[in-house]
């Protein structure tokens, strides 16, 4: 008689805390050049930045710029799994354009508390200056670049807390209510390039603190796309006064009045409404909803982008469903690229961490958009996380002598590497519920 097999245990747990590499990985002279590309010559000339009121130069010690800079963009592309292996790394073979430098934890985890957050801040800003547009080599589906040409800036804003991670590690914060606090990010809707970012200490503060600094960064003409977070009349109103567009879903319970029908369906109905109908403070422009039936479930999406011909009610739901996307960054920034685990305890760590997490991450999306380049294929097929896995074989490849081209080499592996997506059932299933409801779409 056959007995059962004993069934494994499900894992629990938060899966962007999963057991670390103990070795860093190894250099890669192509990815390393390109870094040096980014970061200098800025690195090696004193940089000022502002702190509160006043602008500051910052000043030569051991620890430099450049040497912090090496050290914080290493931790995060080697996958270096502390501070105490990343000074044995530094001593022994020095960190990209660094040489060999005898430093203590002690002193490197000391800087990272004292070091100004504000000039990664600054570096930031210079690669995502810097980097190349890959738009134009890389088509999208002919319906985003249609998309793309009727606004200045398609743009994802979302937060994300950092507090949670204090408590999964267990770490004990050395002053009561210090916790790793919370990042407001915005990225390009069809690249997923960043944008800015943006920190605050207070992990439990409301995404709307951010408002104002949302609507300032965005161009007039151009498009942001939020959660629910954000939900405000008065700020839908003033993205009408100022010439700029938002999509985001639109709260239960909420009073409105429809104006008109624009178009209706069996599964999906396009309306200008009045928001706020018994509120003393009402929306005191017109909204347009975009109400779609997905399964069983009615999905309702708002914008102020009144003219059907300029965003189609497929597009509002299509363009939204694409907010995920940024929720897929602050994954692999956690997950992959160890921005779940916080190098040190201290808010001013933890901001360089954050920044220079980014910093990588805008150069390694670079990467992988080269990549999607050289095997025709657009650049949101491309698995991100596979791109940075297969960097290893790139690096082995090295050793051995090949010194290859790392996109080349990339992609003639591409399918040994699972680069490209594989479509899934779930997504030929969600391509035929879209073509039931959107085949045909009337207009009025």
């Not at 002279?29 to 390109?34: F, G, H, K, S």
């Not at 500051?56 to 105490?84: D, F, H, Q, W």
């Not at 938002?246 to 009073?255: A, E, I, N, P």
């Not at 996380?385 to 591409?414: H, I, W």
Request: aromatic share 10%.
């Amino acid at each position: 008689m056959k007995t059962r097999a004993k069934q494994r245990p499900r894992k629990e747990g938060n899966p962007d805390l999963r057991r670390q590499r103990q070795t860093p990985a190894l250099e890669i002279p192509q990815l390393v050049e390109e870094l040096k590309e980014y970061l200098t010559p800025c690195l090696f000339t004193p940089l000022k930045y502002v702190q509160g009121n006043h602008e500051k130069l910052m000043r030569e010690r051991l620890l430099t710029l450049p040497v912090m800079v090496a050290l914080v963009v290493s931790l995060v592309y080697r996958n270096i799994p502390g501070l105490s292996e990343t000074v044995r790394l530094l001593q022994q073979e020095g960190l990209l354009w660094v040489k060999p430098l005898k430093v203590s934890k002690q002193a490197v985890s000391k800087r990272l508390m004292n070091f100004p957050a504000e000039i990664f801040a600054v570096l930031l800003k210079r690669v995502l200056e810097k980097k190349p547009d890959v738009a134009k080599k890389n088509p999208l589906e002919k319906q985003w670049e249609t998309v793309r040409e009727k606004f200045s800036a398609l743009w994802i804003a979302d937060g994300s807390t950092l507090e949670q991670l204090r408590k999964r590690l267990k770490i004990a914060p050395k002053e009561s209510g210090e916790l790793a606090g919370k990042i407001m990010v915005i990225v390009e809707a069809l690249t997923q390039v960043p944008v800015t970012m943006w920190y605050e200490e207070n992990a439990r503060c409301n995404d709307k603190i951010w408002g104002q600094e949302l609507l300032e960064a965005l161009p007039e003409s151009g498009l942001l796309i939020f959660d629910l977070g954000f939900f405000c009349f008065s700020w839908f109103d003033q993205f009408t006064q100022e010439n700029k567009f938002f999509l985001t879903r639109m709260r239960g319970k909420t009073s409105y009045q429809v104006q008109r029908v624009l178009s209706s369906g069996a599964f999906y109905r396009d309306e200008i409404i009045e928001l706020g109908q018994y509120r003393s403070n009402p929306c005191h422009h017109p909204v347009r909803l975009v109400s779609v039936l997905w399964g069983k479930t009615w999905y309702y999406y708002l914008t102020n982008v009144l003219d059907a011909r300029h965003l189609s009610p497929q597009e509002v739901c299509d363009l939204y469903r694409r907010r995920w996307k940024i929720e897929e960054a602050f994954s692999l920034t956690k997950r992959l690229l160890g921005l779940a685990y916080l190098w040190v305890g201290h808010i001013n760590g933890v901001q360089i961490q954050i920044l220079s997490t980014l910093i990588f991450y805008t150069v390694l999306n670079q990467l992988v958009a080269e990549v999607a380049i050289a095997l025709h294929q657009p650049k949101e097929k491309i698995s991100v996380e596979m791109v940075f896995r297969s960097l290893y074989y790139v690096a082995k490849a090295v050793l051995r002598g090949e010194n290859p081209d790392t996109v080349v080499y990339l992609a003639s592996q591409a399918k040994l590497f699972g680069l490209v997506k594989a479509e899934r059932k779930r997504h030929r299933q969600k391509d035929a519920l879209s073509r039931q409801i959107w085949d045909p779409i009337p207009l009025s």
